[in-house]
């Protein structure tokens, strides 16, 4: 049967901010060789331009940090900004909006009432607050009050495809369902300021954002259909990406070896996965897969031998947008539907764990 995908819904921070300015801000107090670095660093994300619900104005400052407690960072670097309960406030303030926006919208462009859904899944890994989000927006759109929630929490970039296959599972095993499935994450409100090599790489790459998608269990022959979800946890890899709760925020390391990882595991593991079901790589028609920076889609191209066009759409969205962590694949599958990309289509994605998780659409 699988999840028949009919809309897709995206929503950004009103304010957005360049790369070129945010560099600048982060350059805020460093030495001439740490800037110098931060900004090679900036240039080589590829990202243009980034949105935050922390801006007052385009391209203006953010005024939540400029209050920092003075407190030393981790490394005593310098300071580490607001408490990880300033934080969660923001969060609990910003995200219901965002997540609004992006859930209207799908059920907008699926010309969906908000009183047909009978399954809501939120997700989530860059705040908390309970009641949260599935309740704002059941009690926002008018969904029925009896509505299924289930709420995907703290698993990293690859979480939208995590709801997708229990959203599958769903239509799969109830033939009148209709999913709403909202990921919603403020990557802006972790922010680890000073300098530490664990923190550069993820302030230079993260941002906010919401997408959501709608589906129906699916009739043969509806395109934009799930047919079938995969995970592949890497083997030593546990400490290659972390996300962890601190003081003051959330705190991610990345290392080095996570293209690496994915080029040398990627390749054996989907093959396996396709051959399931008597496909090949060349059978894939187009490619959403995460940009979780330029190094991860150049692992995947490589890994993968893809054309050199084959992941342009998941390079605009990095270029446009930055890494907003879960919804960012889901920006990639709306500006392929749009474009009538060729089916099937291979949805991956790559968070902690090391982990690779993978939708296949046809």
Known sequence: MGLHITGVGTALPQYGISQDKACAIAQNGLTDKQSRLLATIY???TIKRRHTVL??????A???YNGSNG?????GSGPAGPG??????????????????????????ARCAPSAVTHLITVSCTGFFSPGLDREIIE?????RSVSRVNIGFMGCHAALNALQVALAIANAQADATVLLCATELCSLHFQQGWNTDNVLPNALFADGSAAIVGKPGAPGERWTCQATGSYLLPESNADM????????????????VPTLIAKNLRPWLEQFLAQRNMTISNIGSWAVHPGGPGILDAVSTSLSLPPTALDVSRAVLADCGNMSSPTILFIVERLRQQQAVLPCM????????????????
């Open 62 to 64: 953010t005024p939540f």
């Open 347 to 362: 949805m991956l994605a790559f968070g902690p764990g090391l982990a690779i998780e993978a939708a296949l659409l046809i």
């Open 84 to 109: 990880t309960g300033q934080r969660m406030d923001r969060y609990a303030t910003e995200a219901v909006s965002l997540a609004l926006r992006a859930s209207q919208a799908a059920l907008g462009n």
């Open 71 to 75: 407190s030393s960072g981790s490394n």
């Open 43 to 45: 240039r080589k994300s």
């Open 242 to 257: 972390t996300w962890r709760i601190g003081d003051h925020g959330f705190q991610m390391t990345l290392s080095r070896r």
């Open 140 to 144: 926002m759109l008018r969904l029925s």
């Open 55 to 60: 801006l007052d104005q385009e391209d203006g």
